[in-house]
């Protein structure tokens, strides 16, 4: 999965906030914009296991530019 050029206020690819679970193998993270968090903002009691995940030419104008996180990853 490749998920490239998003653009938001937060997590240019993903924005995750609240209660779950996400799991992801095998992606790419590429060419993402965001004010935080890049390519990705994680924030909340969600719980993040990666495994293969590539962060490239991710940039946030704030902070994270490839992820922002405040919540457990594994």
């Known amino acids: 999965v490749i998920l490239r050029e998003g653009r938001a206020r937060w997590g240019g690819a993903l924005y995750e906030i609240g209660a779950g679970t996400t799991a ?20 909340g009691n969600s719980i993040s296991a ?18 922002q996180v405040n919540a457990p990853v594994t």
């Open 24 to 43: 992801m193998d095998n992606v790419a993270i590429l060419d993402n914009r965001a004010e935080i968090g890049g390519g990705w903002y994680h924030n």
């Open 50 to 67: 990666l495994s293969n995940v590539t962060f490239s030419g991710n940039i946030a104008t704030q902070r994270g530019g490839a992820m």
